[in-house]
């Protein structure tokens, strides 16, 4: 809302910001993963071109500032680039971690030092699997 003497200049020149639904699909592990189920919606900028959300379980990506409660916004691509934050699946159980690819397999990064780097191979568990790369998220202070 524009009050005059607020310091906002030209409010006619503001662009509203839009915002779509997109489902949230139940919890997702910021520490050991944990199974992911179907929920509710969740609200997301459509700048950020997401297509779902999950809600964070655990304290692994405090250092990111993600913190437990928050809902993340994952857009669905089958693989990230090494150093970025994505949504796992690993034999059904979801995680969200940053990720690095090495040989036969992805290591999994927490953003907490108190959690040790995870690895997975393809030959040591029937399913490992990026869902989607994390393009934003929201707190609750």
């Known amino acids: 809302m524009y009050r005059a003497g607020s310091g906002l200049r ?19 592990a910021a520490g050991q993963p ?3 189920e179907q929920a509710l919606d969740a609200a997301c900028d459509a700048a950020l071109r997401c297509d779902f959300a999950l809600r964070v379980k655990g304290d692994s990506m405090i250092g ?13 691509q089958d693989d990230v680039d ?9 034999d059904d159980e979801a995680t969200l971690k940053r990720v690095y690819h090495i040989r036969d397999g992805l290591q999994l990064l927490s953003e907490n030092p108190r959690y040790p780097p995870m690895v997975f191979t ?13 393009v934003g998220f929201t707190s609750q202070l």
């Open 122 to 134: 393809f030959r040591d568990h029937g399913t490992i699997r990026i869902l989607g790369r994390a």
């Open 34 to 36: 944990i199974y992911a």
């Open 10 to 28: 030209n409010a006619e020149s503001l662009l509203p910001v839009q915002r779509r639904t997109v489902p949230l699909l139940g919890a997702i």
């Open 82 to 90: 090494d150093g970025q934050i994505a949504a796992v699946v690993i």
């Open 64 to 76: 990111a500032r993600i913190r437990d409660g928050d809902i993340v916004f994952i857009r669905a």
